[in-house]
């Protein structure tokens, strides 16, 4: 196979709608996994990072599913009827501050759940998820990935599978937006990092405590000073 495309801007973009064309023609059939992401990379010609960021959009569109440690898979043949939103749309300072007060809503009480529910495996699964933020905060996709991995990974121990699906759609929504905007002159991501990962921890710990009320609490005040890092105030 051999996909090779010019460089343009919106490459993630062009290169989603590549995978999303061959899944469609069957070269890639329900179930199946994808190639890596070095593979794809070598024969679109692109970067690992434009091929990441092209399996998230794919992600969120509900065409593969991700399995960590094994790689992304083939979710759906079409991606019609997905519900998602339109990145244009999210650009528009007052939606995205609108999508980001429903996460808030969503993840508040998730993280209540989480500490309710959690298993030692669920534990172990969101401090590794932390561990992997400390790994990357320096790198700037990865960091985001990370950390969005992190809710994910507390959307998990739920033991809800339907409040999981939501949190890591709209994480997949929103991740392109955050990036975006901590790229804007101006944005000054490297002093927070400290301040983020402390946040995490705090999630962490009151979620390994038990305590509801506690686990909500830490999510609010992260979700709150996360919304004012990127210009938003959130009342809650």
């Known amino acids: 196979m051999n996909d090779r495309i010019s460089r343009a801007p919106q490459l993630p973009s062009r290169i989603a709608s590549l995978v999303a064309e061959a899944i469609a023609e069957g070269r890639w059939k329900l179930g199946e996994r994808l190639p890596t992401e070095q593979a794809l990379a070598d024969s679109y010609g692109v970067s690992r990072n434009v091929v990441r960021e092209a399996i998230s959009r794919l992600r969120a569109d ?74 990357e905060s320096e790198g700037e996709a990865g960091g985001v990935d990370a950390d969005l991995d992190f809710h994910r990974a507390v959307a998990r121990a739920t033991g809800n599978a339907q409040i999981a699906a939501v949190v890591s759609f709209l994480s997949d929504q929103i991740r392109e937006t955050i990036l975006a905007t901590r790229a804007r002159p101006g944005s000054f991501v490297g002093g927070i990092i400290e301040v983020t990962l402390a946040e995490h921890a705090a999630i962490h710990d009151a979620i390994a405590s038990g305590s509801a009320e506690a686990a909500k609490d830490a999510m609010a005040a992260h979700i709150r000073n996360a919304a004012n890092r990127i210009g938003y105030t959130l009342a809650i």
Not at 102 to 109: D, K, S, T, V
């Open 62 to 135: 509900g065409l593969v599913q991700s399995r960590q440690g094994v790689g992304a898979f083939v979710a759906r043949a079409q991606g019609t009827g997905v519900l998602r939103f339109d990145a244009e749309l999210l650009s528009d300072r007052a939606t995205f501050g609108n999508v980001f007060e429903l996460r808030a809503m969503l993840e508040i009480q998730t993280a209540g759940l989480a500490a309710e529910r959690r298993s030692e495996a669920d534990l172990a699964a969101i401090a590794h998820a932390y561990e992997r933020m400390v790994r």
